[in-house]
């Protein structure tokens, strides 16, 4: 295929595509490209091409090229909000232009002010095509040659260097893989690049999308096939075979915290408690969208801007579960299928949405039926957000009981929860969304109490008894009294908890304990701050850039750490330096045949081989994260002679990029080594975290990727304890903290006995923060200290897991 050289459409500062403030452009959604900041006010053509589309708004413009690439140039971010003001077309789609024709002339000084960012993306948009961005970080003259492009074969596949995984995998969850499980293993497989499919009998699931993932009905206690292929195939296998034996995170009957179902009454329990008030019948009204659209990049524009934006408006555990959905690349291929074919934006979204619920209907698994229902709650509130309708909700009486046919858990949300005392519908079903939504917020509901509940006279009084799923109307009022005391003190108590997942964390006899968050990824940045993570205490910088034909260079790191960075905002941020190698190879650098990777040239010891890697990390990290934030951390360290090497380079690092604060360089316990000998490390290192994921491996001798032995590897185990116990001692000696960023951190069973230890901070992934803070919260440090000893003291990992519980009861 020809290649097509760009030529700059306006002067400005040539910049990569990663480092444009907004994850569509900078994470490359769009697709590959550069971005230039603009110094001047035309957008002129960078190549001679057709005018495939320019909107109303006149922000934007697509081309196709000579050798049929469309391309997308996007001037300023989110400047679809300013509605077209100081903006002005000079071409319209259909027109024919040759290299430095004017396309868009905008008022430079006004859009600066009114948008986000002026960076303008300039990305291939056609499936496969490729760009060649020519030394990117210069300053451009309008009509320099900065980038060629070259069309690919169309919808080629990806291939990805590296070997295939596959596992069998027992699920434990109480509810199979129902929407939170899907949500969190599409959030725990986001850092790896491997493509993993999860086969249950004759169903497949592309493990990257919720749908995919619900329709393959896996229920407790069945036994599923994951296969995976990519370079980090085995580590993205690893990670979900423990979170499995984790029960993704579920609770023995989490998706259900209330109480268990009480048939009664012609209804079921849904969320406990008493309610007095009067009925209210709820009618629900959606919006119809238009069918046809008005063209294909702006149709797929405003399709990401409406996911982002109600993505952004999600929040919370029903939130997380909302957020996947409207991640999914299953939805989302659907959706940009219907685009391509001329539908709406917003049409797209809705077949998208309603095809999936379709098909978790077909299985007629209840529970998955009742996920539907969140499907069909997305495709609404997106569509809201494209049309700009609202479906307004009914303004509630005081007192309100609703009663509804059924109720969405957008419906529920958009309610004036202050007026809203109890909830009543016909159908529905105890562990839908909406009643885990009700529950949370205190408010009773009854579900699945029949049609007849429809004829309840309006504005009746009413008290609804959940716990026992019973109407009363016409009460007493001794009962009225005795009930709204009820109420009072449970709504209280729930409040309290929901707000304290953002304050810091204390044990009940007041110790201090840091929650952080461990990140792969700027979205995690994100997560992490939402779930009340009070900083982050591991990023792996490896996953940023881990497939990838070369090195990073200094300006894309800076710019990253720098995003993530700001998204934290004042909280500490620890950059762990690249641990490549191991389980973790990349494509841009090649290692060289190992007998036992695990113990070769990883970590650090590649590091000190490729000074050059390490020493531009360095630059970037003390250049884009200001003040204290900044905390370097170094992985696989055996001894000192390493901490001291990493030292020096960070020392001219710092000097060289001119920073006049000090950085504080930590080290990770993660082999026997660094915890045997941690008394002389933490003289010099300023902090210590374990890496309970290697200390495992190495401690017992089984290789954290090898399914034989995968049962054995438990961090539990007393020898790891000890270990860690050493750790926390050299530390100690020398007023060092240490902390716990391997997966131990996340297993609350695990909180007592490392604090017992001596472990003062804990990170683990941003979903796990508000269950630990609470698990923290209720430990008391002398009991910790005796639980530590007799977990030392126990002979093997299962004896440590019966004492542990045995605490919890
Ligand atoms: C660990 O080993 O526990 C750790 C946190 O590092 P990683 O899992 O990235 O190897
Ligand atoms: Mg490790």
Redesign the pocket.
Known sequence: MTAVALHAPFAGWLAPLSSVPDPVFGEGMMGPGAAIDPTEAVLRAPAAAQVLSIPDSAHAVTLLLANGVELLMHIGLETVALGGRGFEAQVRAGDRVAVGDPLIRFDLDAVALAAKDLITPIVVVSEGARIVVERPGRLLAAGDRFASVEAGAAAAPQTRTGSIARRTIQISAPHGIHARPAARIVALLRPYVAEVTLRNGDAFANARSTTSLLALAAKHGQRIEAEASGADAEAALDALAAFAAERFGDEEGAEAPMKPSTQGGGGICASPGLAIGQAFHYRARTVAPPRDGAGVALEREALDAALRQTAAMQAGAIGEAHRALIEDPDLLATAQREIAEGRSAAHAWLVATEQAAAVLRATGDSLLMERAADLEDVGQQVVQALTGVEAAPPALPKSAILIAQDLLPSQFLALDQARLAGIVTAAGGPTAHVAILASSAGIPMIVAAGEGVLAIPEGQSIILDADAARIESEPAVDRLASVAQTIAERRERRAADASSAHELCHMADGTRIEVFA?LGSLADAAAAVSTGAEGCG?L?TEFLFLDREHAPDEDEQRALYASIAATLGDRPLIL?TL?IG???PVPYLPAAHEENPALGLRGVRLSLARPDLLETQLCAAVAGVPGEQCRIMV?MITDLAELRAVRAMLDRAIAAVGRSKPVALGV?I?TPSAALLADQIAAEADFLS??????TQYALACDRGNAAVSAKVDALHPAVLRLIGMAAQGARSHGRWIGV???LAADTLAAPVLIGLGVTELSAPPAAIPAIKAAVRRLDMAACVALAERACAASCAQEVRTILKGAVQ
């Open positions: 461990n591991l792996r762990r641990d191991g389980d973790k992985p990770m993660e374990i890496g309970t994921n290697d200390l960023c391997g997966g």
